[in-house]
Each structure stands twice: as structure tokens, then as C-alpha cells.
């Protein structure tokens, strides 16, 4: 394992220290911060279902709305009016700062939710694992017209295969937003066909039942989304929560911000002033100004010039923080996507092997040893292979964290075969895949977060991981 010497300290910083403790107190006595990924098949709605959320809760002024409506209908459009709430934010940012997701923020009397776009095309789906990765919770919205959920549902559709995602990327708690009921007359049976299937479902995929709710919603006509059901055809029968008051519903989610600091960049670019700029997520500990880190895989010491949240300077920033962090003393040549600001006493490894448990979704060839993949972990995508198949397990449902055996040596009680020729779908596995390029990593008992990832090949989510063990390490330098 590589840990870098610890740079000479240099004369006395001129940052004041918080004491970060009293600080993490102080945040949480006020709104609880959660991150919101919105998922689901394309046109299912989610753009038009999030953005008249927005409208309705009052971050979207009424002249700028009257705006998009003037000028959607002049295109002929009319119906994308809402849509273009978070197009334009998206728009904005992508002229200040280069974020490849969309962020916009909305509070709820509890909370305050930062809300991360994820496309819903097939192209997109990279796109979709790096924010689901970052979400701590997840909306999915589904198409409640005849036909259209079934499309959405059947494999090939996003339905499900962002459910699964959702899930092994560690999403725990879903919010199913039942969109489109405008179209099937607010038939409550309809409603209730979709909730039935798609509770099967996401319980196979591991979602508990008490983690999954429920919401009949039309985005286009903005009903049930914030203040009273004003269409009587839907107040005949439902009497349950709106989607703003389900949302502010979402348990509060436990932050490993008493762990060793790692920021994960998700972007990185040369700023104005001195240094260099990046945007990522703090995943774990906590980070304040003039904190001195090191930064993997290079191996380098850097030392925190600026943070920002939601483009305001801070002093710190905690597990769960999207930042944009201005840092010294490294080449842009030796940072990147994927790189980690870390801790100088316990840095993360950088793996170029290693041993995990996956479980296989919906293969159409079975895996055989040499197969070669596409392993996405966090931000990073890299090219790689599974050198070995170790031992076939118990069959799973396609939920990785339940029933996961303490011990997962060769003689596991929940191995049903050493060194399997081929894995074929829905099974369970202990692999070992090379990395083509070194990933820093962590193990899953180490940081559930930060311990999983997927494996893609030919544009389709074949598995989902965890970290077990590293079993070659390498640096930049080799
Ligand atoms: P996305 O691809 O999931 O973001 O879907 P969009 O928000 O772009 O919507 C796709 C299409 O469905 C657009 O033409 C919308 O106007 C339409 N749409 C969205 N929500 C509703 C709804 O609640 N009812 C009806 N009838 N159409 C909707």
C-alpha cells in the first residue's frame, strides 16, 4: 500500500480552524441537506414533472414562466414549457462552471434538497450512474399511459434498469412518482396495476418496502405536486400525501463525516487565479480552508485555497457536499476526473486489481473468464477485465448489501461452486478484474459508498459490485 512521506509543514497557516465537530452540530440544527436524483425511462416525464415542481414551490418567478410559455408555444411546443426550467439551469451553469449534472436547489419544511439531473436516455446512462452515485435519495417516474409503463418496464426499458442501478449504487429510499394519470383519466385501478408491478419488483431489486412510497401525479397539469389535489377526479380516491410533502418524508440519511476525508473531482480545469479548480463531491470527513491533502493517484500534497457550495465561498464543507474546490501546488497533468483529495495519514489505494462480490443482471451471453468490461466507479470509467472467476454464490435477488455473508473466503458457506467456467444471468460472484488503468478505491466494510461499483459492456449495466479486497495496488509512477 502506497502512502506518500508528509510534506515538510511550512510556516503557520493563515487559515482561521474551525473546530468542525461544533460546526456538522450547527448545520444540522438547521434544514437537513439531502441529494435528489430524479430517474425513469425517457419521456416519462421528468424534466416537466421536477421543473412545474419548482414553478409550484416558488423558484421559478412568474414573468420567467410566462416567458417559457410565449416562447415554447411559438415553436409550437407548448407542452415543454416546464421542461425548460431545468433546461435553462442547466444552460447557465454549463456558461459559468462545467458540471456534467445539472444542479438545482428547493427546500421543503424540513429539508433542503439539492436536486441532481439524470438523463434518462440509453446514452446516458453513464451520465446517470456518476449522479446517482452522488444521490442519497431517488424520485422514479414512471409513465401511467396505457402501454407506455409496459414499455418503459419491459427489459430494454430504463424502468428497471435504473431502479438496479439506483439501488447498487446505494440509493436505499424511493419515491415512485406514478406520472401521466392525466392520460388514463385518474383511473385509480390503473394506479393501482402500476403500483402492484413495480412493487414487485423493486422489492427483487432490494428495495425495502418501508423505504418505497408511492405518488399518482401529472406534471403537465402540476396536479399533486405541492397544496391541495384540485382535480376532483383524483381527491375522489386518493387521500395521500402530495410529492412535495412526500419528499420532505425522506428519512434523514447518516453522513460518514467522522471518516478520513476523501473528495472525489468530477471535473477539473484551470481557474482564474492561482491553482486549480475542480468540482466533486466530499464523500467522506470533512474539509475546511488551508487543509493540507494529498491527492491520488499522483501521490502529490496539495493545500485548500477555496471552497464553494451553490457557487457561495465557505469555510468547510462536510460528507455529502457537492464543492467546487480551488487547490496549489499540483500539475493539471497529474489530476482528473476520478482523482481523490484525500487524507495525508490514510490516503486512498490505488487498485489496479481487485476482489469483489457482483451480482450479474440480465446477460445475453454468460460471462466467462477474460470477459472484458467497462468499470464504473464513482466518476470514473475505465476499461477492464475479469481475470478470474473466484466462486459462484447463492443465488440473490439482485440486492447486493442484504444476507451478505461475513465471510466471503472460498469456503463460504454461501459458495455453490469454486472457479465456475461461466457465470450466467441473475447469478452471484466472486470475481477478480483487472484494472486497465489504477482506480483509487475503498473497500465496501470500510465506506458502503465508496465500496461499490458497475461493470457495463456493450452499452448495458451487466452487474453490480463490491469491493472486497485490493489485490495489486499501483501508483501513477508505477
Ligand atoms: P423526460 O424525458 O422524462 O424528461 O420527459 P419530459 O419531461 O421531456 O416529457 C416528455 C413528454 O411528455 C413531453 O411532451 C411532455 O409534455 C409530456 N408530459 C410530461 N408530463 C406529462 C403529464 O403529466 N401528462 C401528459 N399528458 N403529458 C406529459
Redesign the pocket.
Known sequence: RFIPPLPKSSSKSKYEKFDLKQEYKKRNSSKEMLNLVVI??????????MGHLLFKLGKVNQRTMHKYEQESRKIGKS??MY?WVLDETEEERARGVTMDIAQTQFETPSKVITLLDAP?HKDFIPNMITGTAQADVAIL?VNATTGEFETGFESGGQTREHALLARSLGVQQLLVAV?????VNWDPSRYDEVVKKLGQFLKQAGFKEGDTSYVP?????GENLAGPVKEARLAEWYKGSTLAEQIDKFRPVVRPVDKPVRVILSDVFKGLGAGLTATGKVVSGAVQLGDRLSVMPAGEYTVVKGISINDEAVNFAFAGDHVQIVFTGVDITNVGVGSVLCDCQTPVVCASRILARVVLFNLEVPITRGFTVIFHYQTVTEPAILKKLVSQLNKSTGEVVKNRPKCLTKNSSAVVKNRPKCLTKNSSAVVEIELEYPVCVELYKDNKELGRFMLRSSGHTIAAGLIEEVLKTKTKDG
Request: glycine share 16%.
Open positions: 425513469g425511462h425517457v419521456d416519462a416525464g421528468k424534466s416537466t414533472l407542452s415543454f421542461a434518462g417516474v406520472n401521466k394519470m392525466d392520460t401525479v401529472s406534471g403537465l397539469a
